[in-house]
């Protein structure tokens, strides 16, 4: 039975069961397949959508003209459809010469996620069906989630400018703050001005972009809490266990407080005595701290009262043993040593009994 293909110049005849390799002979038959492929080519292909580049072994769909493997163009929103028609996962591969699956794109049906695969065919970007992305995972729980897994750096913002800026918005936001690399540097900004400047050495600026210390303000400092110093609260009250030098503590009572401003002592000692308390002459307590200025006076105060005779006897105080103690004087005792009555002793300024106090105060320079 003989078949016309539409556009063909001539016609072939189907074999029969009569027909053999011989019959028709091999140029019929040539004849016949050629007939066929140019009647198909002029029907479903010159013109058509497809087109076969057969010299440059290329294909087109909406072009006479590919200009690679696969050429698709078209108007109106082109689209490719790769639909699964069963619950398997629609997927493009690419692979090279030497592994046939290096990565793809597709859609996981199960996870409900599109995901870009890389090395090794291993998913590296996940979109669910919330609009969520995930790097490095592909169960994202923000909008942005990366999981760089056991890398300490999960991410790394690179401009090729001289300033790298983050930026964070809201609804009401007019300028967004920004985190931002200057350099080695690190700022925190507001309205588009540095606030907050780390360098590459620590120091900390606030409102100072050029700190020279751990904490550099350029501006007031209000702080409803302690400012410490090597663990010390500034101006915080302390106590300290004084030395009780040409003195018995015995069973009498004492308090001693001091605080701290940068190197200034602010100090206060009471000694109450007791039945086997004792007191002699050169007597001198231990100071919280080591002063500057051995030997010579600092603002101080002296208070002695006699509780039998409800005396008290006011006098000032120098330092001793290289700033380390505080020597009690009575008033108008010499400035380098306490001599003759001024220097307090057993009996003076008076005989110190069971219930007699003694106080000092005053400020001084630590060492």
Same mark, same amino acid.
């Given at each position: 039975?003989?078949?016309?293909?539409?556009?063909?110049?001539?016609?072939?005849?189907?074999?029969?069961?009569?027909?053999?390799?011989?019959?028709?002979?091999?140029?019929?038959?040539?004849?016949?397949?050629?007939?066929?492929?140019?009647?198909?080519?002029?029907?479903?292909?010159?013109?058509?959508?497809?087109?076969?580049?057969?010299?440059?072994?290329?294909?087109?769909?909406?072009?006479?003209?590919?200009?690679?493997?696969?050429?698709?163009?078209?108007?109106?929103?082109?689209?490719?459809?790769?639909?699964?028609?069963?619950?398997?996962?629609?997927?493009?591969?690419?692979?090279?010469?030497?592994?046939?699956?290096?990565?793809?794109?597709?859609?996981?049906?199960?996870?409900?996620?599109?995901?870009?695969?890389?090395? @090794?065919?291993?998913?590296?970007?996940?979109?669910?069906?919330?609009?969520?992305?995930?790097?490095?995972?592909?169960?994202?729980?923000?909008?942005?989630?990366? @999981?760089?897994?056991?890398?300490?750096?999960?991410?790394?913002?690179?401009?090729?400018?001289?300033?790298?800026?983050?930026?964070?918005?809201?609804?009401?936001?007019?300028?967004?703050?920004?985190?931002?690399?200057?350099?080695?540097?690190?700022?925190?900004?507001?309205?588009?001005?540095?606030?907050?400047?780390?360098?590459?050495?620590?120091?900390?600026?606030?409102?100072?972009?050029?700190?020279?210390?751990?904490?550099?303000?350029?501006?007031?400092?209000?702080?409803?809490?302690?400012?410490?110093?090597?663990?010390?609260?500034?101006?915080?009250?302390?106590?300290?266990?004084?030395?009780?030098?040409?003195?018995?503590?015995?069973?009498?009572?004492?308090?001693?407080?001091?605080?701290?401003?940068?190197?200034?002592?602010?100090?206060?000692?009471?000694?109450?005595?007791?039945?086997?308390?004792?007191?002699?002459?050169?007597?001198?307590?231990?100071?919280?701290?080591?002063?500057?200025?051995?030997?010579?006076?600092?603002?101080?105060?002296?208070?002695?009262?006699?509780?039998?005779?409800?005396?008290?006897?006011?006098?000032?105080?120098?330092?001793?043993?290289?700033?380390?103690?505080?020597?009690?004087?009575?008033?108008?005792?010499?400035?380098?040593?306490?001599?003759?009555?001024?220097?307090?002793?057993?009996?003076?300024?008076?005989?110190?009994?069971?219930?007699?106090?003694?106080?000092?105060?005053?400020?001084?320079?630590?060492?």
């Amino acid at each position: 039975m003989a078949t016309n293909f539409p556009g063909s110049q001539d016609s072939f005849t189907n074999p029969t069961s009569s027909d053999t390799l011989d019959s028709p002979d091999h140029a019929a038959q040539h004849t016949n397949v050629n007939d066929a492929v140019e009647a198909i080519e002029l029907a479903l292909l010159d013109g058509a959508p497809l087109k076969i580049d057969d010299a440059n072994e290329r294909v087109g769909i909406g072009t006479d003209s590919p200009q690679r493997l696969m050429d698709i163009r078209g108007a109106s929103n082109p689209e490719i459809r790769f639909q699964s028609t069963d619950s398997s996962d629609p997927f493009i591969y690419f692979g090279d010469q030497v592994d046939a699956v290096r990565g793809g794109i597709g859609y996981d049906t199960s996870a409900d996620a599109l995901q870009l695969r890389g090395y @090794n065919n291993n998913t590296r970007i996940a979109i669910d069906s919330s609009g969520r992305v995930g790097i490095g995972t592909t169960s994202p729980s923000q909008t942005l989630h990366v @999981n760089s897994g056991t890398g300490n750096v999960p991410a790394l913002f690179e401009s090729t400018d001289s300033v790298s800026i983050i930026q964070i918005k809201d609804n009401a936001t007019t300028t967004p703050p920004a985190v931002a690399a200057v350099g080695d540097e690190l700022r925190l900004q507001t309205s588009g001005s540095s606030r907050v400047t780390v360098d590459s050495s620590g120091n900390v600026g606030i409102n100072d972009t050029t700190p020279s210390y751990k904490l550099d303000v350029n501006g007031d400092i209000n702080a409803t809490g302690a400012l410490r110093i090597g663990g010390s609260a500034i101006g915080d009250v302390q106590t300290w266990t004084p030395s009780f030098n040409f003195m018995t503590q015995g069973n009498g009572t004492y308090t001693a407080e001091y605080a701290e401003v940068n190197d200034l002592i602010f100090f206060h000692f009471l000694f109450t005595l007791g039945s086997t308390s004792s007191v002699s002459s050169g007597m001198r307590i231990g100071l919280p701290k080591t002063a500057t200025y051995p030997y010579v006076y600092a603002n101080s105060f002296v208070h002695a009262y006699d509780t039998s005779a409800a005396t008290r006897t006011l006098g000032h105080w120098y330092f001793q043993e290289s700033g380390a103690t505080a020597r009690p004087a009575a008033l108008g005792a010499s400035t380098s040593r306490v001599t003759g009555a001024s220097s307090f002793s057993n009996t003076y300024p008076f005989t110190w009994g069971t219930g007699d106090q003694l106080f000092m105060s005053g400020v001084y320079l630590a060492a």
